[in-house]
């Protein structure tokens, strides 16, 4: 199988293939544990053109800059005739090159859109997003609740072309040192802003600390027009002897903060998915995270973490109140086997390949 993963967005500062690899490999690492019957692709754009293997992968890197009513039509007339049987394209914000392409390419050449947190346009932008649907031939998201917006407009018009599938993973492993003495630890990770929503959770663990005086809350951030708004309560309420902010820890490093906690701890209101849960979730850190339909999905519903409702600081206490290092313990086993079958690039792997083999032309 001919297979094309697709990204139209142009990396205009990166000019070297590493840097550019580097960057996108959460999205790509799945590319690896295809099956070897899968002659495999990536198009992607960057500030620099080259033909690069890497491994089984081939990569072609086009030069280009980004304009979103650009029409790459010499590219689309190149993966035609490379003739694939399956394109897969990140980001539905592309829709009019989408539409171009299915006008394009080989009739028996499917085409899926993976989904990378954008919601439905404005009027113009969904008239192309109803052209470039009637070319999409699976369309993927995390949580199948994410398409109801595109249902509702009338985008999405078969429940048949919607598929579960992670956008990205990780390459983070638990710790090889064993088990470690429970805390209990808590990590916040991700930017000091409402949709994070860092006050909420310091608001319960303001409470839940009085109660439990050996936890320790560590907040990891990298900016957000916040922060002084998280200082003054942690220096109001006196929190400075168990809440430990640190900023812009690189990435690399940041294995080791998951290995370190107990608990991965987040109050987002919206999120296409959640990597830093992701690569929490693959070093055993048990999800304390809000009931949004990404996490909802990434927990099983609270099979392996806890859900609470987004801005609702007295739920979330009363999640911290009842937890204790024998549920920690199961907590933690169901995670890692969650992160390994459904969440681990494996796992992607092993979805998308069955989408490509399986799906039902569009129908045109």
């Known amino acids: 199988m001919k297979f094309v993963d697709l990204l139209l967005y142009s990396e205009e500062e990166i000019g070297d293939f590493e840097r550019l690899y580097t960057k996108h490999k959460s999205n790509l690492g799945y590319l690896e544990n295809l099956p ?8 992607q754009h960057a500030d620099f053109a080259a033909e690069v293997k890497r491994g089984r992968v081939s990569y072609r890197i086009v030069k280009a800059k980004n304009d979103k009513w650009a029409l790459p039509l010499r590219l689309f007339r190149q993966i035609k005739s490379d003739n694939p049987d399956v394109i897969l394209v990140h980001s539905m914000i592309f829709a009019w090159q989408i539409f171009f392409l299915g006008l394009f390419k080989d009739p028996k050449t499917k085409i899926l859109v993976q989904n990378h947190a954008e ?3 404005g009027r113009l932008r969904q008239l192309l997003e109803k052209l470039a649907a009637r ?9 199948k609740m994410q398409a109801n917006p595109w249902k509702r407009l009338g985008i999405i018009t078969d429940e048949k072309k919607v598929f579960e599938v992670m956008e990205g993973s990780t390459y983070f492993e638990p710790s090889k040192n064993g088990e470690r003495p429970w805390g209990p630890d808590f990590l916040w990770v991700g930017r000091l802003d409402k949709n994070k ?3 909420t959770i310091l608001s319960a663990f303001l409470t839940y600390s009085n109660i439990e005086k050996k936890a320790r809350l560590k907040m990891i951030f990298n900016a957000g027009n916040l922060l002084s ?10 929190l400075d002897d168990c809440v430990q902010l640190q900023e812009n820890i690189p990435h690399h490093l940041m294995q080791e903060h998951y290995f370190a906690a107990d608990y991965f701890i987040l109050g987002s209101h919206d999120e296409g998915s959640g990597y830093a849960l992701c690569e929490a979730m693959a070093c055993g850190c048990v999800p304390i995270v809000t009931d949004i339909p990404s996490f909802n999905r990434m927990v099983s519903n609270g099979k392996e973490g806890y859900l609470f409702p987004k801005g609702d600081d007295r739920s979330l206490l009363q999640i911290l109140k009842g937890l204790n290092v024998n549920s920690h313990l199961t907590m933690r086993k169901n995670t890692l086997e969650k992160f390994k ?4 690039f494996a796992a992607i792997a092993r979805k998308i390949v ?3 083999e399986n799906v039902h032309d569009s129908g045109r």
């Open 36 to 43: 070897d019957n899968f002659n495999v692709l990536v198009i």
């Open 119 to 121: 919601k439905p346009g």
């Open 135 to 143: 070319y999409i031939d699976g369309f993927l998201f995390v949580n």
């Open 197 to 199: 929503d860092p006050l």
């Open 229 to 238: 708004d998280v200082h003054e309560f942690i220096k109001n309420n006196k």
């Open 341 to 344: 079958q459904e969440l681990s």
């Open 354 to 356: 069955s989408i490509a």
